[in-house]
């Protein structure tokens, strides 16, 4: 298995609540894997360490063979905008920006020209359905709309792996159903790596491993 991402012996806390207990997990290029659990189970906050965004108190986060848990901020902030995209919930985009603007911020901030940026954001935007709305104002665009913007925007710059927390999750099951359908065809494509927050079986059904968690133990995984 060609892993790029590894987690060893991870442990959180919030405060003196242990929210990750000795949590090891690990990613093959190109997997979609599903992290399900109750709410307060931990998988947030797995999520967030895989990610690079929470240091763990103890155990090691390895990206690629990269180190993240010892890795300077300013490598590791390079390496989460060049190598790394991120779903949220609510889509987290900028309201005064147009769809394509907003998709195309990865490229930008990487240094890519804005003509090239925005043709990139644009053919993925396309793929997803939103051919019609390149022009329209965040602030302007329904629930569903939004998060195919957001999934654009995690995989315009084709990284090796995309975290997602409950994509789906602020979506009525229709749109929830179209946009996790577009969003993995995508990644699949471009065999970029997802890794899946969500408390939906359905969601979970689509992945090629799912993770369950308790209490911030990874009780039970699961090869689809």
């Known amino acids: 298995m060609d892993v790029i991402l590894r987690a060893e012996g991870l442990e959180f806390f919030y405060g003196e609540q242990r929210a990750l207990r000795n949590i090891d997990f690990t990613l093959a290029r190109g997997e979609v894997a599903a992290i399900t659990g109750s709410s307060g189970s931990g998988k947030s906050s797995l ?6 965004v929470l240091p763990p108190a103890s155990g ?6 990269i ?3 010892t890795l300077p901020d300013t490598e590791l902030s390079a390496l989460r905008r060049e190598r790394i995209g991120f779903v949220f919930q609510y889509g987290e985009l900028l309201a005064e920006l147009t769809a394509e603007e907003n998709a195309a911020l990865p490229l930008r901030l990487a240094g890519v020209t804005k003509e090239r940026a925005h043709a990139a954001a644009a053919r993925v935007l396309q793929r997803l359905g939103m051919g019609d709305f390149l022009r329209r104002r965040a602030s302007g665009l329904s629930g569903g709309q939004a998060q195919r913007v957001a999934v654009a925007r995690a995989l315009v710059h084709q990284p090796d792996v995309v975290f997602a927390d409950e994509p789906t999750g602020a979506l009525d099951s229709a749109n929830a159903s179209t946009v996790l359908e577009e969003f993995l065809a995508l990644a699949r494509s471009q065999e970029t790596a997802v890794v899946i927050v969500t408390h939906d079986p359905q969601v979970a059904a689509r992945a090629d491993s799912q993770y369950t968690m308790t209490d911030g133990v990874i009780t039970q995984r699961v090869a689809v």
Request: net charge negative; aromatic share 14%; proline share 7%.
């Open 60 to 65: 090691s986060v390895t990206f690629d063979g």
């Open 67 to 69: 180190p993240l848990t």
């Open 47 to 52: 999520l967030y360490c895989l990610a690079g």
